[in-house]
């Protein structure tokens, strides 16, 4: 495949199994993440040390939505601060883009923080119309909460993925 090929296979495969993982629930999200980052691994990237950052921004993830949850950002309808296995799965499915799809924001930070700011509360919103799960009251605030929370978390995804991306280039 093309690098441009890739990038757009990268994309497609993301906002399918996005769409899966949120519709579908954890079983499903579980096993379709497993078989994306498997066609990931094997078609999209060629380096073995992108499971590695696939493996800290999914951490990053738990961490994030349980803090959201924690300060109800984002509504669980079970109580339960950690959040399911599908929303983890997305994390995981998303850090798959950082070196692909979205590497393009890796020299641009400000242009990241913004789209950031913009795309991760869409992000959620969409879900939480998918889902049990619904974005917190008041509702101006847990949106304005979750895009600061949002730009800030792009550009650190961003800056892991570059790190790893000059990593693969000094070797």
Known sequence: MTRIQRVIVNAVLFNVVWLVCVLGGSTVAVVAVTAALFFHQ?????DPRE????????????AVDSSLIATQVLLSPDNSVLPPLWLVSLWAIFATTLNHSTRWFQARLPVAFIAGGIAGPLTYITGTRLTDYDVGTPWPRA???L??????????CMLA???LSSRQQQA
Request: charged fraction near 5%.
């Open 51 to 62: 499971l590695i950052l696939i493996l800290a921004i999914t951490m990053l993830g738990v």
């Open 161 to 163: 993925a570059r790190q």
């Open 42 to 46: 094997h078609f999209i990237s060629d």
């Open 143 to 145: 949106v304005a909460l």
């Open 147 to 156: 895009a600061i929370t949002w730009a800030v978390v792009f550009v650190v």
